[in-house]
């Protein structure tokens, strides 16, 4: 009797141990299997995305379409819903629903999301804002107000502060208490919140000379969400590996995994060192039907072809690391991500 008394004790407090109090939820946008093999091709044979051990698939079908966008594809993650391509943090009637970081924020965790696209693009903004469309950039702007985000990093400064109505909602950010950077030198910043619009529109590509704008980003917005010792919830989206789909070039498709793959060991190394944090990486969807047809891992030379200039169906790989992560293996809907996350975090309860 004694023993089993105890034996339960020890699983209590295992399974006490395995509720993260942090996740860093990582979107490689247009990231497919093919995808991560040539970016580990061009980086001579290794990403860091090898270090984790729990993998998955997700199926990725909108409620109107075989092919996912990024819209519904980031929905369905944000909201549990599977919606319409184009919806942004809308269900399939077009009804708002709650994602996990208004989730997070409810229950006190800080909150951020990072991109090297318009901050207002499909993948961010549906995890802040509830729009019929994703290309109402101006409207998506003004949900961040309705919100309590405390680390916003990327590009999208226009949907801001030149808009339609004339208002600048970055000096409203100013009046809410946020400290606003029109560019990443933030090394002064340390704390407190922030909003760092570091492009007029999308940020330039890896090859035009974008630099470690995204693995420093991810370090900023690590180092001020983590001083909250409720916890944190953070996006971070490889934005651009989807436009080199987009445009079938695969040196675009390489330097932009390449780079996403540096913000994943930052984030593997730091869940590692803190051991409450989820790490979870996925992508919304495969694009260009990119296969790879040749290449050499001593040179990092690929040779790829394409299908298609727009999205595929493909099942897309998920993998998961920290405390919780077991839940990810196996093959699901990707509104499934969002229960996952849900639960692992224990949102919406108190
Ligand atoms: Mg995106
Ligand atoms: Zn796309």
């Given amino acids: 009797m004694k023993k ?3 034996l339960c004790l020890i699983s209590a407090q295992l399974f006490a141990q395995k509720a993260p109090k942090n996740i860093i939820f990582l979107i490689g946008d247009g990231m497919g299997v093919s995808q991560i093999y040539a970016g580990l091709t061009a980086n001579r044979g290794h990403l860091n995305l090898e270090r984790i051990k729990v993998i998955g698939f997700h199926k990725n079908q909108a409620s109107n379409n075989y092919i996912t966008d990024s819209a519904a594809g980031a929905t369905a993650f944000a909201t549990g819903k599977q919606t319409y391509n184009g919806a942004i943090g809308l269900d399939s009637l077009k009804v708002p629903s709650t994602t996990l970081l208004e989730m997070a924020e409810k229950k006190g965790l800080a909150t951020g999301l990072v991109s090297t696209c318009d901050i207002t693009d499909a993948t961010p903004s549906s995890f802040i804002a509830h729009q019929r469309t994703r290309s109402m950039h101006e409207e998506i702007a003004g949900d961040f107000l309705k919100t309590d985000i405390d680390v916003v990093i990327g590009g999208g400064r226009k949907y801001f502060e030149k808009r339609k109505d004339g208002l600048n909602l970055l000096d ?18 340390n704390k407190g919140k922030l909003v760092a619009l570091y492009a007029e529109e999308n940020p330039i590509k890896v090859m035009e000379g974008r630099g470690d704008a995204l693995l420093y980003s991810s370090k900023k917005s690590l180092e001020i969400l983590s001083q909250n010792k409720k916890g944190f919830f953070v996006m971070i989206e490889g934005s651009q590996i989807d436009w080199g789909g987009h445009a079938n070039d695969a040196d675009y498709i390489v330097t932009e995994m390449v780079d996403f793959d540096k913000s994943i060991g930052f984030a593997l190394d730091f869940a590692a060192k ?8 996925t992508a919304d ?6 296969a790879l047809m040749g290449g050499n891992m001593k040179t990092g030379e690929v040779k790829g072809a394409f299908t298609t200039k727009g999205h595929t169906g493909q099942m897309i790989p998920v993998f998961a690391f920290g405390p919780g992560s077991e839940a990810f293996a196996g093959i699901y809907n990707n509104y499934d991500i969002f229960t996952k996350i849900k639960q692992a975090l224990q949102l919406g309860q108190k």
């Fill in 172 to 189: 409203s950010l100013r009046q809410k208490g946020y400290q606003v950077h029109s560019d990443l030198t933030l090394d002064g910043v």
């Fill in 274 to 281: 803190n051991k409450e944090t989820l790490v979870v990486i």
């Fill in 285 to 290: 969807h495969e694009t260009g039907g990119f």
């Fill in 4 to 6: 089993i008394f105890a």
